[in-house]
């Protein structure tokens, strides 16, 4: 080995060492932050909890919206959608119990490498959740609701308050005011769109 062709490999060694450091430490900020809390892990104090829509991030789409400031996606589990597919509600029939559906917020961005360009989902806002379950929901013609902020700096979601929109206290009723308005479509006001 010539003294130019070691020069080089010990530059190159220490280059590959030092971004290997670099990387390490790195990983050992990331390790000592922790991971993201657990977002099934939250509830609403005598209201619902994350876990009852575990694996909402699959169902399928129902519709979108936009209200505001933000756009959002409405998902439904496979009760729900089997409904909508039957012509639930404008057969008159009632959702039957176990549908689901989670609406994620975001506030909206443009994706400025595209052609338009389009309004696409920037960083999440909210996502709330309605269940249907008569038995356990008896006043609000049988529909529960949970409201969950995102913290976008800490990855956390945490229980909306009386002080958020909509306002919601420690139970299920966060949507029972606003949803009576569509009490003839069963108090949903998605619409499911052709496909």
């Keep these: 080995m010539t003294r130019k062709s070691w020069a ?3 530059v190159v060694t220490v280059a590959v060492l030092a971004g290997a450091g670099g990387f390490a430490a790195v990983a050992a900020a ?13 509830k609403v104090p005598g209201g619902l909890a994350f876990s009852e829509f575990k694996g909402y991030e699959s169902w399928s789409l129902v519709s979108i919206s936009q209200n505001g400031k933000l756009v959002a996606a409405i998902l ?6 089997e409904a909508f597919r039957a012509g639930v509600p404008g057969n008159g ?6 549908s689901r559906m989670a609406k ?14 389009p309004t696409v989902p920037g960083a999440l806002h909210d996502v709330d959740f309605m269940v249907k379950d008569g038995k356990r929901f008896p006043e609000g013609g049988g529909w529960g609701y949970g409201a ?9 979601f945490t229980p909306a308050t009386t002080e958020d929109h909509p306002p919601q206290a420690n139970d299920a009723k966060c949507g029972v005011a606003c949803h009576a308005k569509a009490k003839a479509r069963d108090f949903v006001f998605t ?5």
């Design 30 to 42: 990331k390790d000592k932050a922790g991971p993201a809390p657990d977002k099934y892990a939250v």
């Design 104 to 117: 994620i917020h975001w506030v909206p961005k443009q994706n400025e490498s595209a052609p338009g360009p």
């Design 191 to 195: 619409e499911y769109g052709p496909r």
């Design 8 to 10: 080089t490999t010990m």
């Design 148 to 156: 969950f902020r995102y913290d976008v700096a800490s990855g956390a």
């Design 93 to 98: 029939k009632p959702f039957p119990d176990g």
């Design 76 to 81: 439904g589990n496979p009760t729900i959608i």
